[in-house]
């Protein structure tokens, strides 16, 4: 499994969330919903170790996201918020590339592979 969550609580000083079990294969899509202040945000900061966890562990590609530099977490995951601003005149395309990057120094460009992969 690429992402795993194993009896996990999220939140700050009490859970939003939690007894959390679940994991998502590479390629797998899910969509969280929810109203407002139930935990949609605060499951995805703790995915990426933003925030710490109340309990439990969520792994990626088997390895547990508190051993895990926030470089390593971002060359595996990729989150753009709602509200985040995004530059005038860019495609979903050059969104989406933004997260190829990652694996290069800042003057490279794409490779075919990852333009098909985009």
Known sequence: ????LKNTAVGYKTPL????ETDLALGEICL??????????????SILNQIS???????LDGKNIKTL?????AERVAVVFS???IPANYTLT???SLGKYIHYPYYFELNAQDQNEV
Do not use: A, C, P, Y
């Open 1 to 4: 499994m690429f992402l795993e």
């Open 17 to 20: 969330i939690r007894g959390i």
């Open 69 to 73: 530099s926030n470089k390593e977490i």
């Open 32 to 45: 969280l919903i929810g109203n407002n202040g139930v935990g949609k945000t605060t499951l995805i900061k």
């Open 53 to 59: 966890l109340i309990s439990g562990d969520i792994l």
């Open 94 to 96: 050059d969104l989406v």
């Open 83 to 85: 509200k985040s601003q």
